[in-house]
């Protein structure tokens, strides 16, 4: 398989069962931390395998046995490093097709982390810097964890009336075929 092929495999694999998130820490310095991460978690473990050999970071394997959880079988868990994450988001990014815009927004704090790199508990961004991380962390929190409010709810007794109306409507159209093949 070459690289480009398995890229795109590995999106899909991101698309389904991964994850894009920043994960904000406000203890150990003035300013927060804003760190990107990405991550799989599969009860399979070839793409797993994949996103390790084409980004290097870590996996873990959990086992949900003793556990009172959801799954018997163990589960696979990738994530990924910082050292490779900008280059896989510009690789993934054209392939993805549900997750893409968490990916863009990963991007943009990834890019901003490699231009402001300074900082932390003795050397603390500018305001304007630490804003913009805020803003990038809000803006991915309302992709991955929209208010009820904001979500597409959906009536099941229209969603019912409409596929009963659709089957009377599909069984009047049988019928007038059977009666012009008939005649």
Known sequence: ???????????GALDSDGWFTIHKNTKQSVNPTYSPKVGINQCQIEAIQLAQELYGG??????????????PKPMFHWSSNAA????????????????????KV??????DIRV?????????HPA???????????????????????TECVDLVK?????????AQMENVQNTAEMTVSV
């Not at 870590?58 to 799954?71: F, G, H, N, P, T």
């Not at 990963?106 to 890019?111: D, E, G, I, N, P």
């Not at 402001?116 to 603390?124: A, D, F, Q």
């Open 58 to 71: 870590k996996v873990l394997v959990i086992d949900y046995k003793d556990q009172d959880r959801y799954s």
């Open 106 to 111: 990963l991007l943009r704090l990834v890019k």
């Open 159 to 167: 969603l019912n009336e409409d596929a009963t109306g659709r089957t």
């Open 84 to 103: 490779t994450i900008e280059q896989m988001l510009i690789e993934l990014i054209p392939h993805l097709r549900i997750k893409v815009r968490q990916a």
């Open 1 to 11: 398989m070459n690289s480009e092929l398995k890229v795109a495999y590995l999106a």
């Open 128 to 150: 304007s810097v630490v804003s913009f991380r805020e803003s990038l962390w809000q803006e991915l929190r309302q992709f991955n964890h929209p208010s009820v409010a904001e």
């Open 116 to 124: 402001n790199h300074r900082g932390g508990k003795y050397n603390p």
